[in-house]
């Protein structure tokens, strides 16, 4: 069956993740963009928050953004996913593999 003969909700479905030659991805505002979604070495603070604050309106506006958090959550990935940073994952119970930030503070007091 091809897209236009499928159902709207099955279509949802299949943009929700992979499948067949259908990837998300595919679909996200954020494609090629990843210096935004990345921190550099070193960045500072106040240059984390403005680089942030671009990422995010381009997930405000993804139909994705719900697919892409889910993603990020599962696969421990760091970088700004659907609109959360790996600080905020973590604060919402996901975890990665090498705390940095808040976390490897937090780590180093315990």
């Not at 500072?44 to 995010?56: F, G, I, L, S, T």
Request: net charge positive; hydrophobic share 35%; with cysteine.
């Amino acid at each position: 069956m091809s897209l236009i003969e499928q159902p709207l909700a099955e279509l949802d479905n299949e943009i929700r993740g992979p499948i067949g030659d259908i990837d998300w991805t595919q679909f996200a505002n954020c494609k090629g963009k990843t210096k935004l979604f990345f921190a550099p070495k070193a960045e500072r603070p106040q240059a984390r928050e403005r680089r942030e604050a671009k990422a995010r309106s381009l997930c405000n506006a993804c139909v994705v953004k719900d697919t892409c958090r889910e993603f990020a959550r599962n696969n421990h990935e760091y970088g700004l996913w659907g609109g959360e940073n790996e600080e905020e994952r973590h604060l919402a119970g996901f975890t990665i593999a090498a705390p940095i930030g808040v976390r490897s503070r937090l780590a180093k007091s315990a």
